[in-house]
């Protein structure tokens, strides 16, 4: 796990597969999710002071794998949308993105990358609505983005300018370029839910995968259908 510092109150935890965020107020810390499978232990050993919440973007392995372990350690709080939520408790059975032909191999390449089988899961996962505000950085209201999963949500500070995005945008690994985010369930309503997120108008954008915006954030709108990136280079 490589830790990146953004501001004096933000940092970065970076993961093979994916990254998280936490945000530092005084003693206490909220998590933005929670890495794969196999975190916890690294970002238990990193944290100083409590952790008090782990809100989760969505159901997804690479965000939620390390959640459980952790709440049990720590005894944090686990938030996320009511629609995912019971995806991230066990409780049902999530649905399959709907791939563009070029995410396929990009999918495929990600899983070789992350843990295989099951993990621990929190028993107990607090369920988020559409505009609700939760006690950190002077106020995070949470922004429904459905499209890349069903409870895709984004928090917004908009005390500090900060836009935690999860999925629902990335920066390309090609270029850096703001992109829609990848392995959708829902493109139509991931381009709807891009759109709502720019329009916050933040000034530092931290997104699910690709490195985060520092500097007002307007990237054009997204056109149908996306073209095709290059391919990844040998390793």
Same mark, same amino acid.
């Given at each position: 796990?490589?830790?990146?510092?953004?501001?004096?109150?933000?940092?970065?935890?970076?993961?093979?597969?994916?990254q998280a965020?936490?945000?530092?107020?005084?003693?206490e810390? =909220?998590?933005i999710?929670?890495?794969?499978?196999g975190?916890?232990?690294?970002?238990?050993?990193? !944290?100083?002071?409590?952790?008090?919440?782990?809100?989760?973007?969505?159901?997804?392995?690479?965000?939620?794998?390390?959640?459980?372990?952790? *709440?049990?350690? =720590?005894?944090?709080?686990?938030?996320?949308?009511?629609?995912?939520?019971?995806?991230?408790?066990?409780?049902?059975?999530? !649905?399959?993105?709907?791939?563009e032909?070029?995410?396929?191999?990009?999918?495929?390449?990600?899983?070789?990358?992350?843990?295989?089988?099951?993990?621990?899961?929190? +028993?107990?996962? =607090?369920e988020?609505?559409?505009?609700d505000?939760?006690?950190?950085?002077?106020?995070?209201?949470?922004?429904?983005?459905?499209?890349?999963?069903?409870?895709?949500?984004?928090?917004?500070?908009?005390?500090?300018?900060? !836009?935690?995005?999860?999925?629902?945008?990335?920066? +390309?690994?090609?270029?850096?370029?703001?992109?829609?985010?990848?392995f959708?369930?829902?493109?139509?309503? *991931?381009?709807? +839910?891009?759109?709502?997120?720019?329009?916050?108008?933040?000034?530092?954008?931290?997104?699910?995968?690709?490195?985060?915006?520092?500097?007002?954030?307007?990237?054009?709108?997204?056109?149908?259908? =996306?073209?095709?990136p290059?391919?990844?280079?040998?390793?």
């Amino acid at each position: 796990m490589d830790v990146i510092e953004l501001l004096p109150h933000l940092r970065l935890l970076r993961f093979p597969v994916g990254q998280a965020y936490v945000w530092r107020d005084g003693d206490e810390s =909220t998590l933005i999710d929670a890495g794969p499978a196999g975190s916890a232990a690294s970002i238990a050993a990193w !944290l100083q002071g409590r952790l008090r919440r782990i809100v989760l973007t969505h159901f997804h392995e690479d965000h939620v794998g390390g959640a459980g372990e952790l *709440a049990a350690v =720590t005894g944090a709080e686990v938030l996320a949308h009511r629609l995912d939520a019971p995806v991230i408790r066990g409780e049902l059975t999530g !649905l399959p993105p709907v791939f563009e032909d070029w995410e396929r191999p990009l999918y495929a390449d990600a899983l070789r990358h992350l843990p295989q089988g099951e993990f621990a899961r929190p +028993s107990r996962v =607090t369920e988020l609505s559409d505009g609700d505000v939760l006690d950190f950085g002077d106020g995070a209201r949470v922004v429904h983005g459905p499209g890349h999963t069903p409870g895709s949500i984004a928090l917004h500070l908009p005390e500090h300018g900060v !836009l935690f995005t999860g999925d629902a945008v990335a920066a +390309s690994p090609f270029d850096g370029k703001v992109m829609l985010g990848v392995f959708n369930v829902d493109r139509a309503q *991931a381009v709807d +839910s891009f759109a709502r997120l720019a329009a916050c108008g933040a000034n530092i954008a931290c997104f699910g995968h690709g490195d985060p915006i520092m500097g007002p954030w307007t990237p054009s709108p997204v056109s149908a259908p =996306t073209p095709t990136p290059p391919p990844p280079s040998p390793s």
